[in-house]
């Protein structure tokens, strides 16, 4: 099987183009709901409610997330939200076979 291009990141509109490195790419296990937190998108979305807190500690309220996002690295000092399941193939064969 052809491997597929990485997700891409998409630039905020009022970041200035000057002095930017070339589009950034994330690795295929790359969540793609979480950016939008648009996980009722997503078949194999695990519902759970974290609790956030600030840089000082202190309690903000709970936000629903997907149990299976975790921090991935893609390089030095830069994270991604990365599905545990894996890759779009790997989430697909998941929902398939676990199924009701």
């Given at each position: 099987?052809?491997?597929?291009p ?6 905020a ?28 998108q997503c ?5 759970v409610l ?5 840089s000082?500690?202190?309690q903000?309220?709970p936000?629903v ?10 390089g030095r ?8 399941l ?15």
């Amino acid at each position: 099987m052809k491997d597929r291009p990485a997700s891409r990141v998409h630039r905020a509109s009022n970041v200035p183009e000057s002095g930017l490195d070339e589009e950034l790419r994330l690795p295929h296990d790359a969540c793609p709901f979480s950016a939008s937190s648009g996980f009722d998108q997503c078949l194999a979305f695990d519902r759970v409610l974290a609790d956030i807190e600030d840089s000082q500690g202190n309690q903000l309220a709970p936000r629903v997330t997907c149990r299976r996002l975790s921090a991935g690295s893609a390089g030095r000092g830069r994270v991604y939200p990365r599905c545990d399941l894996g890759d779009k193939a790997t989430r697909t064969k998941y929902i398939r076979d676990h199924r009701c």
